[in-house]
């Protein structure tokens, strides 16, 4: 079996034990973790999604911001109905994205990485100097249904599995094998006759519906929202679950997000260790896991797979003995 | 007191210590291509160990204070080199030219400095005795005369890293892989010690900075954050990888802070200036002064 | 076969926290603590945790906690806010559900508290808090309760006392950080002056994370106040802007309604700090100061290096009303407690206290202590007046 094939089970099975417990444990604490894992799942994906055309798109954390207000403002402001104000929550910051896109898609690499940070950072401080929604303090009182209380996570896990096998499938597709082809050599794709920038702008929509829904969901789960949880640092920790997860396949991001929070989780018990451990951590994951976890995956099956195959799988091995 | 010259009095103090910052930046990323969002750590550090020292100095040695602030300015330059080298060795050397992977390596290491500084240097504010005391007024503009030294440093530091670069070999070959990596290979130039020398050059510029801010304000382990942000502006408008890019740069972020903070405030400051970085990535993505990408 | 090792490694790490937590003791109660532990706060998180660890090891060697015939071990768990809503949500919510908190004695911030409180008041956690704005007290929130003066409490005396000694002064100037904390100090600042008969020129506010304040001293100092009130400005950059002020050849009246912090600022305000009235200020070195306090502060020094002020002995007081709240109660249930604590007179830093103010708040819900006005002369915290406040005294005296 291939190791992509591997990869596909290994994140489906992941995404298939977190709704298992999330539909069937009655622990609060097990539940809220499945939430705040699915959550960080859905970041990591958004993120990676515009990583196929090979941008670093640091404005994932703005427009989770941007979907986390809206829907904040129009669930708490005017008591819309909660399905309502998650979708808008998708599909403001997705139509915002556009326009962003429209405008500094034709910047590349770094430059593209640092104006979506410029872009995110003055976004956040726009939260801070808007009286209305709060500023600094940040907004309180955004309550989802109370019959959906004992659902959330369940909801929430699901949602997620909707948008990452969205995108899984995309990436799967001719779209997919597109947006690779952009991030390979965007001129040869150019050449070809096809727009270049209106395609990032369409993935970039599509990720920003995503980290907008995300966002959305993240504000009802904490009832409160400040600027804070929106700085280009939702960016930086989405981009080390997809890292140290593995960039290659969409399981690494799932992988990498569910190992972070559930470290990050025995980190906070260590109180003022709590930034020293998760970072080190981080520094660690980086030095010694270049391939990210998947990778390391990727190893174990490939050196079982050669064992019971009673040879080598790979020719190059074969002959070296 | 004359508020335009207090206002190019403010400019010129606050910009100078941004100068000192964003340089070592922007040779970072001239030289490895890569960003380095742990450099505010190494400014923190410098800061923090001639807090703590100066007090200890000047109570045990008996000398006068500004020989208390040379010794502890080699102390907290010799502790930047040990953890630049460090960070060099353990993780940058991978990342070169990786800017991704670097950039999150960087992130790691800032939450992990955070904690070790923390441990070491607890999060006391430590505030430290002007090392010149006294007011003085130019042209209807007050500064301290702590100030106006730090200034004077600043300038000689700035002029020293010009004259590194331009006249000696050393300089030569930090130019030429900034211009151009792989003609520099071609003519002998040894890449990865280059790189390591500018990673020096680059970490021991934030901690010059850090040394000369810790007279002139509270030390503690988060000071890094909000210089850090304002390099970054500052170098990309100057222009990645360009010296003279960062001394305007820093000037002109100075200035807007220093007037907008006066006439509305200094949130309102940053956010003008992140849109004129917005806007020079756009139009003009080389800053003011730096080469045009490939 | 280092791939094994590594997998092992990570599905250790995997692992770990699964295990972690609630490995508690049978007998031990854990109190919860909210506070920044990082960042530009971190200096009032790690005091206010370290004052709330002596509570606790004070508490054990006397015995521990006694509920009916069993006697408790005290453990405090504290975690990093950040100052942030959604970070003192999220390590709150640890608290909770993994540790199985049901009594939080102290949160530093008042964005965080109001946060926290969403959480506290549905689940009938009880919190301790030095939150200083008053939108955290009332009778929406009965499990909430305060253990450090605040602005109605404070700001009256300060401003009157400042308004007797100086009857010249008929203009103010407000500085504040800008959030939650600070826009409520704002606020209060605006109406107790005002009631005083001074007129309020201005309110400005600066990002906690400024390190350069030319910018605003200058344009403090183009306005020309006779008075400026720093509000709830953090020693440090207090001391900052006083000594820019003095720079900039602005003289006036200083006050810090919400000061603490004494020595901090005079560090790094050095001479611009002397004349400046703090509300909040307590010198636990001085003359006034309790025998616990003293002991405290001196102990602080050495291991934390810094002196302790009044944030920080919320952690060491809310350990000590929780425990009497529970011993009054005889029970661990939050809402016996919430009920029996304004009924109970206990043992605090400062000596016998009780909750009160139900007047002043809808319900019972602030520690009454000592207030004391303060003023630095030459360098050192000097009492300009002590107030204990008159329902501490009737309760007293019963």
Known sequence: MSSARWMDIVGATALGVLLLLAAFSQETYTLKVILWISLNILAAVALRFVMLTGELNIATAAFWGIGAYAAGILTAWYEIPFTLAILLGGLIPMVISVAFGYVTLRTKGPYFMLISFAFTEVVRLIYTQTEIIGGNSGMIGIYSPRWLDPYYSLLVVACTILLVGTMFWLERSAFGRLLKAIQNNDAVVESVGLDVQKIKIICLALASFAAGVGGALFAHAN????????????????????????????AGAIIGAIALTLLNQYVISFGHYEHLLFGGAIVVAMLILPNGLIGLIERLTEFYGARRSGGSSRPQEAIDG | MDLVAQLVVNTLQIGSVYVL??????????????????????????????????????????????????IALVAAIGAVIILGALTYWIGFERYLRDLVGSFILSVGLILFLQGVLVEIFTATPRPIEPIVPGTISILGGRI????????????????MLYLLLQKTKLGKALRAVAQDREAAMLQGIRYRRISFYGWLIGVVMAGLAGALIAPLTVSQPAIGGDYLIKAFIIIIIGGLGSIPGAILGALLVAFIESVFGYYYDLTMATIVMFVIVMIFLLVRPQGLMGHVER | MR??????????????????????????????????????????????????????????????????????????????NKYTAGDAMKTVETLIGRDKVRIITQSVGTAPAKAIQALTERDGILMFTSAWGRSVKGPKFPMTFTIINTPDEVLAPIYTTVKLRHPEAKTVLLLNPNDASGQDTAKDAQKYWTAADIKVIDSLFFERSTTEFQPIVTKIGSQKPDIIDLGGTPPANAGTVLRELEVQGWKGIKVIGAGTGSDVLVRTGGAAANGTYMGLAADFDGPTATEVQRKLNAEAKTVLKESLNVIHMGGYDGVMAAKAGIEAAGSLDTKKIADVLPKTVFETSYGKATFGSKDVYGTPQQLLIPIVVTQIQDGKTVEVIRILPDELKKRLAQ
């Open chain 2, 144 to 159: 301290t005369a702590q100030r106006l030294l730090v200034i004077g440093l600043a300038i000689a530091f700035t002029t």
């Open chain 1, 223 to 250: 009832r409160v929202i400040s600027p804070g949880d929106f700085s280009f640092l939702v960016a930086v920790y989405a981009l080390a679950y997809v890292k140290i997860g593995g960039e290659k396949h969409v």
């Open chain 3, 3 to 80: 791939q094994v090792r590594r997998a092992l490694a990570s599905a250790l790490i995997l692992a770990g926290s699964v295990a972690t937590a609630a490995a508690q003791a049978k007998d031990t109660i854990v109190f919860g603590v909210s506070v920044p532990l990082s960042g530009a706060a971190a200096s009032w998180g790690i005091g206010t945790d370290w004052a709330a660890q002596q509570a606790a090891k004070h508490i054990n060697e006397k015995g521990g906690i006694k509920v009916g015939d069993k006697t408790y071990k005290v453990e405090v768990r504290s975690v990093d």
């Open chain 2, 21 to 70: 910052f964003a340089l070592g930046l922007t040779l970072i990323f001239g030289v490895m291509q890569i960003v380095n969002f742990a450099h505010g750590e190494f400014f923190a550090l410098a800061a923090l160990v001639v807090a703590s020292l100066m007090p200890a100095l000047s109570a045990s040695l008996g000398l006068p204070l500004w020989a208390d602030f040379l």
